[in-house]
């Protein structure tokens, strides 16, 4: 059976990678509704700051804040705090910051959401950055395969009680089987075969994410960089295979 429109949409991040509020909310307001969550990441948030996130959310569209914040347990247990005060859906962190970093941060985080019965976000690892391969790692001295790291660090997210991880399209596959369904994947790296692949090495189309396995796919220039990004949006939307529900 054909899933409702709604759940493909749902699942559809997109990236506000613009330099300044103004032109965020312009694409906010163009594409309200229209997709599951809005990203704003370090570029975004370090110019317009959580009274942008703010204004987003009470707009009543969702957050993704993606600031993949790395540092010790209790900063950066602190830092999600804020992000939940703000009202985002989704934020993430960096799972080589450790396990004593993650569960105090989903402690926190829980606790805070229970406290003041506000909504959970959703907490997302980022496991080894898609710009380091195996030559960045002989530089740091460290032997084992990225794919190997990859992994491991997804099931420590898993062990510890992370929501999922960020992943690149190529690890889609293998992350499902080791940590199971109803572990999110967020993807980046889609490029529709119509679009520019920028600076996207090895991307995957919208429709090859999905069906790999990503809950999520991000998507940013295609949309965001063309001249009619509803029309982009709605050309993506049409290309995604029917999905059986949401997650
Ligand atoms: O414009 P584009 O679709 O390439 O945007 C992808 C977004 O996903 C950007 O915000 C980028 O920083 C982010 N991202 C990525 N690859 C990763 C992690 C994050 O492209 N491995």
Redesign the pocket.
């Given at each position: 059976m054909e899933a409702p429109r709604a759940k493909i949409k749902d699942r559809l991040i997109i990236?506000l990678?613009v330099p300044a509020a103004d032109k965020a909310l312009k694409l906010v307001n163009l594409l309200k509704g229209k997709v599951g969550m809005f990203?704003v990441?370090s570029q975004l948030f370090t110019t317009a700051g959580p009274q942008l996130v703010r204004e987003i959310v009470s707009g009543g569209d969702k957050v993704f804040l993606?600031l993949k914040f790395h540092d010790i347990p209790r900063t950066v247990a602190n830092a999600a705090l804020e992000a939940v005060k703000i009202g985002v859906s989704m934020f993430n962190l960096h799972t080589m910051g450790g396990m004593d970093m993650m569960r105090l941060t989903i402690q926190e985080t829980d606790r805070y959401c229970s406290t003041f019965k506000v909504p959970r976000p959703k907490i997302v690892g980022?496991t080894v950055?898609?710009?380091l391969n195996q030559e960045s790692f002989k530089r740091m001295g460290l032997e084992r395969s990225v794919d190997e790291i990859v992994i491991r660090l997804s099931q420590l997210a898993l062990e510890t009680g992370l929501d999922g991880v960020?992943a690149?399209p190529r690890e889609i596959r293998a992350i499902r089987e080791a940590c199971g369904e109803g572990f999110i994947i967020v993807t980046?790296?889609?490029?529709p075969s119509w679009a520019s692949a920028?600076?996207?090495r090895r991307f995957a189309t919208p429709r090859e994410a999905i069906e790999a396995g990503a809950d999520y796919i991000?998507?940013?220039?295609?949309i965001?960089?063309s001249k009619a990004p509803l029309l982009s949006l709605e050309r993506v939307l049409s290309e995604l295979p029917s999905l059986q529900g949401g997650k």
């Open positions: 990236a990678d990203k990441g993606d980022i950055l898609t710009s960020v690149s980046p790296g889609i490029r920028d600076d996207q991000v998507i940013g220039r295609p965001t960089g």
